[in-house]
């Protein structure tokens, strides 16, 4: 397995581990992006999981693989917890070999145009 967690904070490794657990994954990011947006440094608010794994051979459609992310980090993503935004790119090996071999990676989610307004500012 692969594993990448970028800037590595206490949000971020709890997602990481989450996922891990529930998934074992073959392959796993978790990006920090919340340098994109309008909050204070060393935020942890808005994150991108690419999760591949073996066990989203059932879930058929991205919308189910995107339930079964959402439900492992449910604490993480609830109206009082710690994540604002959470991208999530969920497939099986196979078909994340395909993206490879197509020269296909995962691009960073645009930074923000503002939002609206709920989130501390930045410092």
Do not use: Y
């Amino acid at each position: 397995m692969t594993t990448s967690v970028a800037r590595g904070g206490p949000v971020s490794e709890a997602i990481a581990e989450k996922l891990t657990a529930a998934f074992s994954p073959a392959h796993l990011e978790v990006r920090n992006e919340s340098h994109m947006h309008n909050v204070p440094t060393g935020s942890e608010t808005h994150f991108k999981v690419i999760v591949i794994s073996d066990k989203f051979k059932d879930a058929r459609t991205p919308i189910a693989r995107h339930r079964l992310v959402n439900d492992t980090l449910k604490e993480e993503v609830a109206s009082d917890g710690p994540v604002h935004a959470l991208s999530i790119v969920a497939m099986t090996p196979d078909k994340w070999q395909q993206k490879i071999e197509k020269g296909e990676g995962v691009s960073p989610s645009p930074s923000c145009r503002g939002g609206d307004g709920s989130l501390p500012k930045k410092n």
